[in-house]
């Protein structure tokens, strides 16, 4: 079984935040390259089940498949570490951030309900509090909250106050197979400010 948490908290001590999601990705091949010299490492990967679906990672060794899918959301936040610059975004939309990180979810599910060897891990990574706090109730992206300690199964959709622009492209309900316990981790705290915290989140599949 592949320890994620303890490969993710060896990739903190060496990268405690990313420029960009492609950064994300790029980073975590590079470090299970250097873990498992040998393992076949794709990015991008297609994956057939009733449609081929593109996979962020596919890792592969001579004992695990792994499909891997990553999501880095991010606040404001300007800060050198390392002497290198970083200049994040406050990328907000966090509605849709939730609906995404599940969907991911859900295509996993599909890749491994088609692929019985395969270990499927969906990620999310941010150093916005929202995506972990409880928020107010109501809100029209509700069934798909992620704070900590929620269950996360079965048929999630929008509340039905959604205004088009922000279910556009993403009007399809999203229906898990299994069942899920949200469970933020630290990363890296770089300031004392709320920005500077990141924590993840990993759904295994």
């Known amino acids: 079984m592949f320890d994620l948490h303890g490969f993710i908290t ?37 994956v057939f089940t009733d449609r081929w679906i593109y996979l962020d990672l596919w890792l592969h060794t001579s004992d695990m498949q792994l499909a891997v ?27 849709t951030g939730r609906y995404d990180f599940l969907k991911d979810v859900a295509r996993l599910e599909q890749v491994a309900g088609t692929n019985a060897d395969v270990q499927g891990y969906a990620v999310l990574l941010t150093n916005d509090p929202s995506y972990w706090g409880t928020g107010r109730a109501g809100t029209v992206d509700a069934n798909f909250r992620l704070n900590h300690g929620r269950s996360v199964s079965g048929k999630m959709a929008w509340l ?22 949200v469970e933020w981790h630290p990363y890296s705290e770089l300031t004392p400010n709320p920005a500077g915290e990141f924590r993840y989140l990993v759904f295994k599949v």
């Open 69 to 95: 899918e990553l999501k880095y959301k991010t606040l404001k936040l300007e800060i050198v570490h390392n002497n290198e610059g970083f200049q994040l975004k406050n990328q907000s939309a966090q509605d």
């Open 10 to 46: 060896k990739l903190a001590t060496t990268r405690p935040l990313f420029h960009s999601e492609a950064d994300f990705q790029h980073a975590f091949a590079w470090h299970f390259h250097e873990l498992f010299p040998t393992a076949l490492v794709r990015l991008e990967y297609p």
């Open 160 to 181: 039905p106050h959604a205004s088009d622009g922000t279910t556009r492209n993403r009007t399809e309900p999203i229906q898990l197979l299994r069942d899920y316990t």
